[in-house]
Every structure is written in C-alpha cells, then in structure tokens.
C-alpha cells in the first residue's frame, strides 16, 4: 500500500488502483511514510480490514442504512439496493456510503473509495471487532483523525460542497403514486388551495408517461401537459416529472433507437444491449459511466426543460431489475421441472425462491458490462464490480445536462440510488418506506448519517410510502418533516390516500398548522442548510457533536438541527408525551401553531431527564443557552416569504449572536460571494436585553424579540430596523 498525507493531516493510503469514482475534489496530497492503522489482508481477490473496537466505542456514519445513530451490533453492506422493505434483518438500503466514525478514547473517520461491494461487521460476529470486507483489491482509503465536528468537516471537504437545490424546495411537496392525469393534478392543487395549505410543488409519477417510456407524456392523460405546466406555474407550484433508469424496448421509440445506434446502452457477454425488465416490460440501461452516454441522457431533459419543468426525480437507477431474459427463463424451467413432483421443504422452499430471487440478481449484474471512461480511455467493467455508480452517474448526467441548458440556474433534483460521488449533483429521498411508527423512527436516525455523507438535501416519504397511514402517524410524521429540508408526502398505489385534507377536519387543521410553521422555519432553515453545506458542516447532528457528557452519546431519538435548536420528536403511536434528555438547561418552545406565539408557549427546563406532554398537534422544540431561533411570517409559498417580519426567540442567559445567510434562492451567485447577513446580538445586563440587527438585506424591517432568561421569564423586545447598507442581492 502507498501511503499519502494532505496540508491538514488527511492520510491516504492507495492499495492498487482504485476505478475513477470521482469523489475526491481535493488533490493535494504527498507522499508519506505513515503506516495503517488495522491489520490489512488482501486474498486474492478482496481485502479484509480488521480494527479493535473498545467497549464502549461508538460507530458513526454509513450513510443511507438501517438501524440506529450508534451502527455498532449489525452487519451492513455498502451496495445500492432495490428492497421496499427496511426491516432490520437488512443489510443496505439504495446508497452507498463508505464513510464512518470512530468515536472513543480517539476519534477516527475514514471513507473507502471503492465502486463494488462492501461488508461491515461492526462489532457483531465479534462485538470487539470492526471488520470489513472490500470486494476487491483496487480501493484508496481515507483516514481522518479529531473531534466529531473536524474528521466530518475534513471528509466534507475533501468530497466538495454538496448540491443546493433552488429555494422553493424547502417548501411543502405533494406526491403520490400516482396522480394520473391532469384533471387529478389539476384538483389536487385545487385542494391546497381550497383549504388553505402551503405547497410548492406536485409530483407526476410513472402514469404521466406513455408506456412508461422515459421523457414522454401519455396524450390520452394529459392532453395538453404545456397548459397544465402553464396554470401551476401561475399558481407559482413546481411539476416535478419522474425519470427512470430502463430505456423501453421498442421500435420508433427515438431514445431506444438513438441510444442502440450509437451503442450507448450497458451490453451483455455477447457485446449486444444487455435486456432487462423493469416498469414498461423490456428495457436497456444507459450506460452512464460513459462520458459521450451521460452527455447524451442528460441531454434528453432539455425538452421538459424548455416548457417550463424545473426539477425531476430520477428512480430505479440501482439499477433495479425485475427480471432479465436469462434468468426468467432458468426460474420457469425450475418451476416447470417441479410439476407432478412431491415437494418436500428442500424442494418446495427452492421452488418459492426461484421466483422470489428474481429480481434485482447478482448473476445479472454480473452479466452486464460498461465502456467507462477513465483517464486511459474506455475501460471494458462488469457491471458488479461499478455497481454503486450507476444511480449515481444517471443523475449527474442529469446534473450535467442542467448545467449545459443554464449553468447560473439551480434545478431541482431527487434521486433514489446514490454514492457519495453523488452528493454534488442532486438529493436524496430514502426510497419505499412504510406507513410504520418505525420508519418515523429509521428516518429521524437517518439523517445524521447522510449528513455525513454529503446529503444534506435529503428527506422521507413522509407519511410512509407502503401501507396505510393513519391520521396521527402523518402528523406525527410531519412534526419531524417539518425540519428535514426535503418535506414530501408521497404514498404508493393502493395505499390509503394521506394529502393533508384527507383525514377528519381536526387532522386537516393540524397538518394546515405544522406546513405553515414550516413555512415560518424556511429562515433558519436555509440559512442553516446553506452554512452547513458552505463550511462542511453537519445540519443534523448526533448530540454527541456538541455535548461531552456521556448520556448525550446514548441518545439515539434527539437530534441537533443547526447550532440553536435540538428536536426531540414523537414517534410512537397514541403517545401524549415523551421523555427527553438535556446536556444543558433549554427553553422549551411548544409549538401548536406559528399564530399561537404570542400565547408565549416557553418553557425554561434544566438539564437532566425530563417527562414532556406533547399531545398529537404539539411538537417541541428546545432552544439551546444563548442561542437564538430565527422565524418569518408564513406563507402559501416559498417565493413569497420575505424578512419583513422576523421573529427571534432567544434564551439568553448571557448573551446570544445569530448571523441569518439568505441569497437569491434561484442561482449560483452566492459562490460570488452574492448573499445577505443578518446579524442579529442580544446582551442581557441585569433584567434588561439590549438587542441590535445589522444586516445588508434590505428586506428585513421589522424585527420582534422573545427573549427567555434563566429564570424562564419572556420578555418581549421590538425593533424597527433603518437600513444604511447596499442591498447585495
Ligand atoms: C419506486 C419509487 C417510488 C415510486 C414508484 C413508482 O418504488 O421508489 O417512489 O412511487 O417506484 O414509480
């Protein structure tokens, strides 16, 4: 292995030479003569790393996966899967992420580069014991050394900043499978507005489309898709297409036969398109590990883009298989040989599984080949040993295809499969969860870990995706939405239907009331997005990234949201309340509705485990000591939020210092250094504050401040403020 170091201390330790994955901006590293840290073993053709775990160690990161904050106790693999079902008997989920933290007596961090398979056993088959099994010989290692904050921060950087969608995308979303024709997404705008709910923007799934078939639009459905663009964006609501891996076979169908004529699909053994079978029936797959592919898939959103689309979601790009021409052919034959025969548990199990394994099968990706293109020029891969770059290059070809219609606009861009290469191009939904109290729960541990990752733009199916919702799992859902930056609501086919209108009148108020102090977030949020994003930062963190104690390192249902506040949602049905745990006193902030904030509904609680009421339509929010939460006056839309009226809730024991980034939303200028700072200071002398805003944004005119001592008593400041600076934006 050669080993490298970085200016900062960053060690790079090369074994072989790793498939260009394009993760790393950063390249400044120089040769060392640092040694590895664990015990290294390569057989033949995959490599086994092993490191000492103390006993009470903690393991951070792994991105997209199942089970808690803390991964240690499970095996997990890195290797994008199709499997709607997250239950923890899994192993992965649609990303791959190989970045994770050590945290004990040393810090430790470390991401492998690497585009196939690996197994973590992290303290399972020995709870001692990290051990990792790469499925290949060719990988780079990163190993970061610090505190929590400084190895993430270091990973970060060195991965470059991750994608930032356009404003409007911190607004409510609604999705469903589907809404299949105009009409339908024509009423359901309709029904926000008839009830009054912020949304930005609505979802056409698989149904829009003709057969399936990618960047078409069924006429019979929607006979006029410019006009229905058209009307939503006079509503100012975003239609947001969904785009799939699998090109349908079929003739006359120009993406199929543009992509056969320039042999721009994946190929089989045989150097002939690989087939595959997904939604439409028979497709091929873009091979978008090849550059002049992705220039030409990315290429193919233009059209949308010209009438006016502004954002996509991309899906099935594991990629997922439902079945290739090969192996439904073995599983029929298997069945047919069983016919007449006494099925005994052997046989009659090996009979179920022989259509159960047919999807999405090893054997298939092993027959599918790529020409990548790497610096030596076209590189013959199988398919499995690259598997985790598929998703990921669909959606940078389409990243890249965006940059080349307007290269100063930002789109909008969700994807399913992913890779940390990946958090540069697009977000993140976290695939097909279910209406369970449980994947309330997966997600909120979820999104610390991508976080780390990268993907800070990121989200659930909120509500639940599979099966049933009831009213108080949504709303319950949505108190925790209410603060991921990805806020949807999406539900499949022949699920009970979950818009915010269609429990009972009380339900509907309640989730009226969470979108709009959503809505009233949007501040905090964004600034908190952006900075988070800019300085390499985690939004979400474990509240061990902040606290030193060691109950904050056992907390596995609180998180840290930004620098001021930390959450602490309600996930378990029929629950009134919940016990939570503060590292430091905090001013509780319960809220029921942004209009309710003059009923002052603050709490002062000190530090130790507290039981708190939080009947179904409250969520609590705790505000940390000497910090300050920003809020604006909601709207029914993004676009019309504006800092004219700002609210700040502060608890002050001392004094607090918030500075609230804001840009443009829609471009790139704020890499220019084209945003607007508001500085906004409380000192508290005695019983009185003195508090001052100094900002650049021109907006910001009136600013009213509940300040909360450590008495727990409010007070309530005004101030108008006179603007002196240049607008910057
Ligand atoms: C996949 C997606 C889901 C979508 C469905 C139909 O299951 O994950 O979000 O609704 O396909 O397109």
């Known amino acids: 292995m050669k080993t490298f170091i970085s200016p900062n201390g960053v060690r790079k330790f090369t074994s072989g030479k790793v498939l260009p994955t394009e993760t790393i901006t950063v390249n400044d590293f120089i040769p060392s003569v640092e040694k590895f840290k664990g015990s290294i ?35 997990y693999e890195a290797f994008c899967s199709d499997d709607p079902n997250h239950t923890p008997d899994k192993k992965s989920l649609y990303g791959a992420h190989n970045f994770f933290i050590v945290h004990g007596a040393i810090n430790w961090g470390m991401y492998i580069d690497f585009p196939g398979k690996i197994t973590y056993d992290v303290g399972f088959t020995n709870s001692n014991l990290l051990d990792i099994l790469i499925e290949g010989v060719d990988f780079d290692i990163y190993y970061f050394e610090g505190t929590l904050k400084e190895i993430v921060n270091q990973f ?45 923007a609505i979802y056409l799934d698989i149904d829009y489309m003709e057969d399936y078939k990618d960047f078409t639009v069924s006429e019979a459905r929607f006979p006029d898709f410019q006009a229905l663009i058209n009307t939503l964006k006079e509503k100012d609501i975003k239609l947001v297409p969904i785009i799939d891996a699998g090109v349908k076979i079929e003739k006359d169908y120009s993406v199929y036969e543009d992509g056969v004529k320039h042999n721009y699909f994946c190929n089989d053994n045989q150097g002939k398109p690989f087939v595959a079978a997904v939604w439409p029936g028979k497709v091929h797959f873009p091979d978008v590990l090849n550059k002049e592919v992705r220039e030409w898939f990315g290429n193919q959103y233009h059209a949308f883009l010209e009438m006016g689309i502004e954002g996509f979601w991309n899906d099935m790009n594991e990629p997922a298989i439902f079945y290739s021409e090969d192996g439904l052919k073995d599983a029929i034959e298997f069945v047919k040989n069983q016919e007449g025969k006494n099925l005994d548990i052997n046989t009659f199990f090996a009979l179920k599984d022989s259509i159960l394994n047919i999807s999405n099968s090893n054997k298939d990706y092993k027959s599918m080949y790529h020409r990548m293109t790497t610096e030596d020029g076209e590189l013959l891969v199988n398919h499995y040993d690259v598997h985790n770059l598929y998703g990921y290059n669909i959606t940078r070809a389409a990243d890249e295809g965006f940059k080349r219609f307007d290269d100063n606009k930002r789109f909008f861009m969700l994807t399913r499969a992913s890779h940390i290469g990946m958090a540069k191009h697009s977000g993140i939904w976290t695939g097909d969860n279910h209406s369970w109290w449980e994947h309330l729960k997966l997600n909120i541990q979820m999104m610390p870990s991508l976080g780390m990752a990268g993907f800070l733009y990121a989200g659930a199916d909120t509500g639940g995706f ?61 600034s908190e997005f952006m900075k988070a994003n800019i300085n390499g930062n985690l939004l979400f963190s474990p509240l061990s990234f902040a606290f030193e104690d060691e ?33 430091e006193d905090m001013v509780m902030y319960l809220i ?104 650049n944004d021109y907006s910001v005119s009136a600013v009213t401040f509940y300040l909360i001592d450590d008495l727990g008593d409010c007070q309530v400041v005004k101030q108008g403020i006179v603007q002196d600076k240049p607008k910057l934006v």
């Open 156 to 200: 970060r950087t060195l991965i470059g900043q991750s994608y930032v969608p356009p404003k409007w995308a911190f607004g409510y979303q609604q999705c469903r499978w589907s809404y299949e024709d105009q009409s339908k997404v024509n009423a359901i705008a309709d029904g926000f507005e008839a009830h009054d709910i912020p949304v930005d």
């Open 551 to 583: 109950q904050s390192k056992r907390v596995e249902d609180q998180l840290l949201l930004g620098d001021e506040i930390m959450l602490t949602p309600v996930y378990e049905q029929n629950a009134k309340g919940r016990y939570v745990y503060l590292p």
């Open 41 to 75: 073993t390569n057989n033949n053709d995959n490599t086994q790393l092993s490191f000492e775990l103390n006993r009470d160690d903690i393991i951070y990161g792994l991105g997209q996966n199942v089970r808690g904050i803390n991964k240690r106790g499970h095996i």
């Open 466 to 526: 599979g099966f049933n919702a009831s009213a108080e799992l949504v709303v319950r859902w949505l108190e925790f939405s209410m603060f991921t930056p990805l806020l949807r609501n999406h539900s499949a086919m022949g699920t009970r239907v979950q818009e915010p209108w269609q429990f009972d009148d009380e339900t509907t108020k309640h989730l009226r009331d969470i979108i709009r102090m959503r809505y009233a977030l949007v501040p905090y949020l964004y």
């Open 592 to 695: 029921k509705s942004y209009e309710d904030l003059e009923s002052k509904p603050f709490e002062l609680l000190h530090k130790g485990y507290h039981h708190i009421e939080l009947d179904t339509h409250e969520t609590a929010v705790f505000i940390r000591k000497n910090k300050l939460l920003v809020l604006t006056k909601p709207h029914n839309r993004v676009s019309q939020l504006n800092n004219d009226e700002l609210v700040v809730i502060g608890f002050v024991e001392s004094a607090a210092e918030y500075n609230l980034y804001n840009d443009d939303g829609s471009s790139f200028d704020f890499r220019d250094g084209k945003f607007t700072k508001t500085n906004f200071k409380v000192v508290k002398e005695q019983s009185n504050y003195s508090v001052s805003v100094d900002t």
